[in-house]
């Protein structure tokens, strides 16, 4: 009966990672950040400069022209829609969920 149950259990656990591994990244997971810097496109070359540290990264480009960018202070950087982004100050703590480098919602509250 014992060793019913440690094997019930083990197989479970590996169920577990798997679906974990396969499914983690798609996930999508609301954080808990503050707003470190932003960066705006400055010229149709898909580079976008930080207003804080004037460094340069690479966006995409949507419908509208190219994204703006934020970084946060779990060192990540993630692109939305610049429309979004002027509403949202330097500093500030949000709630973003994403998907992969792409910001799928930010709020204030939770």
């Known amino acids: 009966m014992i060793k019913k149950i440690v094997l019930l259990s083990s197989l479970l656990i590996l169920l577990a990672i798997l679906v974990?591994?396969?499914?983690?990244e798609k996930?999508?997971?609301?954080e808990h950040v503050t707003i470190v810097d932003k960066y705006y496109p400055e010229s149709s070359d898909g580079k976008a400069v930080g207003l804080k540290t004037?460094?340069?990264i690479d966006v995409s480009k949507n419908?509208?022209?190219y994204n703006c960018a934020m970084e946060?202070?779990?060192g990540k950087i993630s692109e939305l829609d610049?429309?979004?982004?002027?509403?949202?100050k330097i500093g500030e703590?949000?709630?973003i969920t994403s998907n992969g480098n792409q910001i799928a919602e930010i709020r204030r509250k939770k």
């Open 63 to 65: 419908k509208k022209g």
């Open 72 to 74: 946060f202070d779990n």
């Open 20 to 24: 974990h591994i396969s499914f983690g």
């Open 93 to 95: 703590k949000v709630y």
């Open 27 to 30: 996930i999508n997971r609301v």
């Open 82 to 88: 610049c429309s979004i982004s002027v509403n949202y």
């Open 54 to 56: 004037d460094k340069v």
